[in-house]
């Protein structure tokens, strides 16, 4: 369905029972899918360009996550473990530091 454009406001009702929904399903899938999958890219590109600097995984973890404009109300822990599956499975990378970050290349 596609909404009319009026001058009216929306109401508290449909703000609470529409829109609100609409947005929090939409940050969801953000956080769920999007954020590990970048936060992931961001760190292996970094990596295998000789282009990161000295720094905790936290803070390489926040440089990525600017990129998204959305509310700092995702769950930490949840998307870090994404992103160090990702790291593992997608880009054969293991953090052996996160404190500052020190990734290695893991060998098959």
Do not use: G
Request: aromatic letters at 14%.
């Amino acid at each position: 369905m596609i909404r009319k454009c009026t001058d009216e406001d929306i109401s508290d009702e449909e703000l609470e029972k529409v829109i609100n929904p609409f947005y929090d399903n939409y940050h969801e899938y953000i956080i769920t899918y999007v954020m590990p999958e970048v936060i992931a890219f961001y760190i292996a590109s970094s990596y295998s360009r000789n282009a990161m600097w000295e720094a905790t995984f936290y803070q390489h973890y926040n440089s990525a996550k600017d990129t998204f404009n959305i509310s700092d109300d995702e769950d930490y822990n949840k998307v870090k473990a994404e992103v160090i599956k990702l790291l593992r499975l997608k880009y054969s990378l293991e953090i052996i530091s996160e404190n500052p970050l020190d990734l290695k290349k893991i060998e098959y």
